[in-house]
């Protein structure tokens, strides 16, 4: 059950909230933003902003539900991490990437192509992107980040990490 919470936090919740607000600030700054109201230039200018900040938009979501959902029970979502950790390592594992007489292939690279975000989604106006590269980074390395963060969160409300933070007790002597 947790794990299928991390992969709708990462896949359906974080582009939803990127885009409800982008409608929110044209709904707030019509003058301002005229020339954003064209709706295919908001959309990727929305699908834009989610790649560039792709950790934060996926992690703080997932911090927020893991700490309210395993709040106060005796939960296993530390373990939400697992799953999404399995699907990146086989996917790092098998992914070839392009050969070129000029480019060596090395683990780094694969590391690089799952884990330095794409900035730019690929347009027929601008081909500079790799399609499958952003899909990778939505659909594999979104979901880990997400997972880590639940986990995390999970585990500081186990340990009652926010509870102890904000009372300010005094040691006995």
Same mark, same amino acid.
């Given at each position: 059950?947790? /794990?299928?919470?991390?992969?709708?936090?990462?896949?359906?919740?974080?582009?939803?909230?990127?885009?409800?607000?982008?409608?929110?600030?044209?709904?707030?700054?019509?003058?301002?933003?005229?020339?954003?109201?064209?709706?295919?230039?908001?959309?990727?200018?929305?699908?834009?902003?989610?790649?560039?900040?792709?950790?934060?938009? /996926?992690?703080?979501?997932?911090?927020?539900? @893991?700490?309210?959902?395993?709040? @106060?029970?005796?939960?296993?979502? /530390?373990?939400?991490?697992?799953?999404?950790?399995?699907?990146?390592?086989?996917?790092?594992a098998t992914y070839n990437p392009p050969?070129?007489?000029?480019?060596?292939?090395?683990?780094?690279?694969?590391?690089?192509?799952?884990?330095?975000?794409?900035?730019?989604?690929?347009?027929?106006?601008?081909?500079?992107?790799?399609?499958?590269?952003?899909?990778?980074?939505?659909?594999?390395? =979104?979901?880990?980040?997400?997972?880590?963060?639940?986990?995390?969160? =999970?585990? =500081?409300?186990?340990?009652?990490?926010?509870?102890?933070?904000? /009372?300010?007790?005094?040691?006995?002597?």
């Open positions: 059950m947790h /794990t299928v919470a991390v992969y709708v936090l990462a896949l359906s919740i974080s582009p939803s909230l990127v885009g409800y607000g982008s409608r929110f600030l044209l709904s707030v700054f019509p003058s301002g933003l005229l020339l954003f109201r064209i709706a295919n230039l908001s959309l990727r200018i929305s699908a834009d902003w989610y790649l560039q900040h792709l950790e934060i938009i /996926t992690i703080l979501p997932a911090l927020v539900a @893991g700490y309210l959902v395993v709040r @106060g029970t005796n939960s296993v979502g /530390t373990w939400a991490w697992c799953i999404p950790a399995l699907v990146l390592l086989y996917r790092i050969v070129s007489v000029f480019a060596s292939s090395s683990f780094l690279d694969r590391l690089k192509y799952f884990f330095i975000t794409q900035q730019v989604v690929p347009t027929l106006a601008n081909l500079s992107g790799n399609p499958e590269r952003v899909a990778a980074q939505m659909f594999v390395t =979104a979901p880990f980040y997400a997972g880590l963060a639940y986990s995390i969160a =999970a585990l =500081a409300a186990k340990r009652r990490v926010v509870q102890k933070l904000l /009372t300010f007790e005094h040691p006995q002597e």
